[in-house]
């Protein structure tokens, strides 16, 4: 059945990020006018009080008068007030001059200047003037500083600076025997370690160790898990950096970040340089003028003069990982640079046995769990997946009210990881329950009457999260890597047998094949694509794929008479096979009702009972 799935909605930039610098801004620039406008001398002025001329008698006959000045049209003097406080008394002037005011104030030795000053002294002048201001822009300047680190992820001030983390020795934490399923790129990792601790050893013969791995594989594999066993292995300080941390919003950072990384590896040798997604600054470089990016060019050119210029014999080696390798410079892997490229594939059989009994050494586990099953059930799982497999076993677990994992909840866990969690509440109708048993049992009858095809392990018209209203699993006997025309056609036949089934038993057809669609024609156009089974074209490739370990994109390479021939041709051979699979069910049509009829009372059955009921079914036919 169809599994349906969202897609999020593309987010474009915040509009609203600068906002708060602009506040900033607009709080410097009113601060800077008010400065201008008042002044700070102005602000803090000694204030001058106004008083009678009798006032100033007074103060002189008792003696409080320090210093008195003479304009125009007043005096001003400066006496002490009843708390001994000086302060500036300013009164108008009604005789002058007044010879007996002049006699005591000189028997008081008051002093006479030109003009009493009403600013204060000059270090604090200079304290209101020029101290305030800078530290008032200092604290501006912090508030900027933090809010543009927050949006950098780090402090904006460290500049040039490398963000790699640095384990020191055994600090990783991992060792290869966390590793599980990779022993080839294992084994091509050990002569590392090996040269790390004995590189007297390789010295004496001449030999030099490679400078550079790059760990090549699909998301999940273990790539960063190997880096990081690998130092665990050889005891030696660890940097780890992630490709996107090299990229900054100014120019030239992202080189000066890896001068420094490089600098701090040569202080700290023997060591291990990890760079994860090297890709997001190892891209082939743009041979046109237009649309190239100086940024992401100078961190590269940086990072290959930084691999040619240090000492190998140091024994400063720099892994990488990647899942994008045909997108690399071709300078960044040739010889002297990433001398190896290790592949990190997908696990096999045993690999996916081994790395489930890794990831559940931790985990109570009941006594009868099969984990040889579950790696049959879960062909294409990355090491990623089977650890969520585990996880999700361990949860159910606890859900149900277990101490201890039994084999039913690590099977549950594969058809979560597959198609989701079981929808409890769908509200699906009895006609349309009965439509979906028929389409699952259609898909399971064709695979079993064929040769060469997986056997049914289960069979469920529960509603799962993903949108599937049901589904059939195959699970193959043992490991395949190669499939045969035969084989390849007899899938493309079981695919179709859903919404054979629809046609034959209720004469109409739903939308509850589409994924099958989907399928059923992206294997038909890798047949006569990519395959080479195809009697019109043959042994030509039409297709060319990238991004084989995201998704396989494929683009045709023929002309576009070529391509309507190459859609006619997959037409006519997605038809065949479903031809195949109506002639199959019609003539299997009573074994079809029994078996959908046994599924709707059930809802889901195994592969022994759905071969227990079609065997007995044709033993009976033979009697």
Not at 20 to 28: A, T
Not at 174 to 182: I, L, N, S, W
Not at 577 to 589: R, V
Request: glycine letters at 8%; charged letters at 25%; proline letters at 4%.
């Amino acid at each position: 059945m169809d599994m349906k799935e969202k897609k999020p909605a593309h987010q474009g930039p915040d509009k609203n990020s600068m906002k708060p610098f602009l506040y900033y801004y607009l709080i410097v620039v009113v601060v800077l006018m008010v400065i201008n406008a008042l002044g700070f001398s102005s602000l803090f002025q000694r204030e001058v009080r106004e008083v009678p001329y009798n006032e100033l008698i007074r103060q002189v006959d008792e003696g409080n008068i320090s210093m008195i000045s003479k304009d125009d049209n007043s005096l001003v003097f400066i006496a002490k007030d009843e708390q001994g406080r000086e302060n500036i008394y300013k009164t108008g002037i009604w005789t002058w001059p007044d010879e007996a005011l002049d006699s005591k104030l000189e028997e008081q030795n008051v002093v006479r200047v030109a003009e009493i000053p009403t600013e204060p002294n000059p270090v604090m002048n200079a304290l209101l003037s020029w101290v305030l201001p800078l530290v008032l822009f200092v604290i501006i300047g912090q508030i900027l500083s933090r809010s543009l680190a927050k949006r950098m992820g780090g402090n904006a001030m460290t500049f040039g600076k490398s963000n790699a983390k640095i384990y020191a020795e055994n600090e990783t934490g991992k060792t290869f025997a966390d590793v599980a399923g990779e022993e080839e790129a294992k084994e091509a990792l050990k002569e590392i370690v090996d040269f790390l601790h004995n590189p007297k050893k390789y010295a004496d013969i001449g030999a030099t160790l490679p400078k550079g791995a790059l760990l090549v594989g699909p998301p999940g594999t273990g790539k960063t898990l190997l880096a990081r066993a690998v130092a665990g292995e050889a005891h030696v300080p660890f940097f780890s950096i992630s490709g996107s941390e090299f990229v900054e919003m100014f120019v030239g950072m992202g080189a000066a970040k890896v001068r420094d990384l490089f600098k701090q590896a040569n202080e700290k040798a023997p060591c291990i340089v990890f760079i994860d997604e090297i890709d997001t600054i190892g891209k082939k470089r743009d041979a046109g003028a237009m649309g190239g990016n100086d940024e992401r060019e100078q961190t590269l050119n940086q990072l290959l003069t930084e691999m040619d210029g240090f000492d190998g014999r140091k024994g400063v080696v720099i892994l990488a990982a990647t899942n994008r390798p045909e997108s690399l410079d071709k300078a960044l892997l040739r010889p002297g640079r990433f001398d190896r490229r290790i592949p990190v594939e997908l696990p096999d059989l045993k690999g996916r046995e081994a790395i489930l009994k890794v990831h559940a050494a931790n985990v109570k586990l009941s006594d009868n769990v099969d984990f040889n099953s579950i790696a049959r059930a879960t062909s294409g799982a990355s090491g990623a997946e089977l650890a969520n497999i585990v996880n999700e076993a361990a949860l159910r677990a606890v859900r149900m009210g277990r101490g201890i994992v039994l084999q039913e909840d690590l099977e549950e866990s594969v058809e979560v990881v597959i198609a989701g969690y079981q929808r409890k509440d769908a509200s699906v109708s009895e006609n349309e329950k009965k439509i979906v048993a028929y389409h699952e049992i259609g898909h399971a009858l064709v695979a079993a009457k064929q040769s060469h095809s997986a056997p049914v392990h289960k069979i469920t018209i529960i509603p799962r999260t993903s949108g599937a209203l049901g589904y059939t699993m195959q699970v193959e006997e043992g490991e395949r890597f190669l499939m045969s025309q035969e084989e390849a056609l007899n899938k493309i036949a079981t695919l179709t047998g859903g919404r054979a089934a629809e046609e034959v038993i209720f004469h109409s057809i739903t939308t509850g094949a589409s994924n099958d669609i989907e399928q059923a024609t992206k294997l038909a156009r890798a047949m006569v694509t990519r395959y080479g089974m195809s009697s019109h074209f043959g042994m030509v490739a039409l297709e060319t794929v990238t991004n084989q370990y995201l998704g396989g994109d494929s683009s045709l390479a023929c002309s576009p008479e070529t391509a309507k021939e190459i859609d006619d041709e997959v037409v006519e051979m997605v038809k065949q096979q479903y031809d195949k699979a109506k002639k199959i069910l019609e003539e299997n049509e009573s074994k079809l009702h029994e078996l959908a009829t046994y599924l709707l009372e059930k809802e889901t059955i195994t592969g022994e009972e759905f071969m227990q009921i079609l065997n007995r079914e044709e033993a009976r036919g033979d009697c």
